[in-house]
């Protein structure tokens, strides 16, 4: 008895094969990406204290605008040769062929004024912000950390961003009060001792070693500097705490009023 082969079911011309449909879903995939890295407004203000944070903006900058260049291209390679099959479809009479015509170099228009205000967004230069309550020797430590922060070597990186870190947060916990031996050592790290110590290690051949040491001593000062600063807070606090104890606990042969 022969074999019966099932007989094999035709292929449908209009349905898109497995590699097709991998390959569209794959480069839908990689134009969302593209237009979410073009939409990326690269000026957000960033934290400024971070390391970096200089080239953060420029990163992002240079990365919006390949996003952005490579999605020019696909939109001129596809909408441009688009645009000149409906020209020759207009040249023949055909109407509907003007209609499509005219909605293409209309997506053209579109896309050339979303570009260009997006190149003018991305060559603009990124803001650097700090707190509305910051001392102003805040923006002489940013300036001084931002200055510096690429020339030193390896290992002294880490010692000057906390020394920095620490001269910041002294002349937080220092900035509104009276000038008292505390604030006026944070303020003279922020506008002298670390400008002078980066600058003097610019100038001349010194070891890593010194350049990390003297920040380390920088840095221990200004964490004395805000442990003593919570402490007197702390202080304060406890006598206000017994004060309104003391003024608000009723007297113990005192009768109650009526």
């Known amino acids: ?13 209009a349905r898109p094969s497995g590699a097709a449909r991998r390959v ?17 407004d690269p000026a957000a203000p960033a934290d400024p204290w971070s390391t970096g ?13 390949l996003a952005l260049t490579v999605i020019g291209f696909l939109v001129v390679g596809v909408l441009v040769p688009l645009a000149i099959l409906l020209g020759i479809g207009v040249a023949t009479g055909s109407d509907v062929a003007g209609w499509l015509l005219a909605l293409v170099l209309a997506l053209l228009v579109a896309f050339g004024v979303w570009a260009f205000r997006r190149v003018r967004t991305l060559t603009r230069p990124a803001p650097v ?4 309550a910051a ?24 010692a000057l961003q906390s020394a920095v870190q620490a001269t910041r947060e002294a002349l937080r916990v220092t900035s509104g009060g009276t000038l008292t031996r505390d604030a ?13 110590l980066l600058t003097a290690w610019q100038s001349g051949p010194r070891r890593p070693e010194d350049l990390t040491r003297e920040l380390h001593l920088i840095e221990t000062r200004m964490r004395q500097v ?28 005192s009768d109650p009023p009526t």
């Open 1 to 13: 008895m022969a074999s019966r082969i099932p007989p094999s079911r035709p292929s449908d011309p």
């Open 24 to 40: 569209v879903s794959g480069a839908a995939g990689a134009a969302r990406t593209l237009v979410h890295a073009a939409r990326r």
């Open 53 to 65: 944070a200089a080239l953060q903006p420029t990163v992002r900058r240079a990365g919006s605008l």
């Open 129 to 132: 912000t700090l707190d509305a």
């Open 135 to 158: 001392p102003p020797e805040e923006w002489t430590l940013l300036e001084t950390f931002r200055q510096h922060e690429r020339r030193l070597p390896s290992p002294a990186r880490p």
């Open 184 to 196: 006026f050592d944070a303020r003279q790290a922020a506008r002298a001792d670390l400008p002078e």
């Open 226 to 253: 805000t442990q003593a600063q919570a402490a007197a807070q702390d202080r304060e606090a406890q006598a206000r705490r017994r004060y309104l104890s003391g003024k608000l606990r009723p007297e113990p042969d």
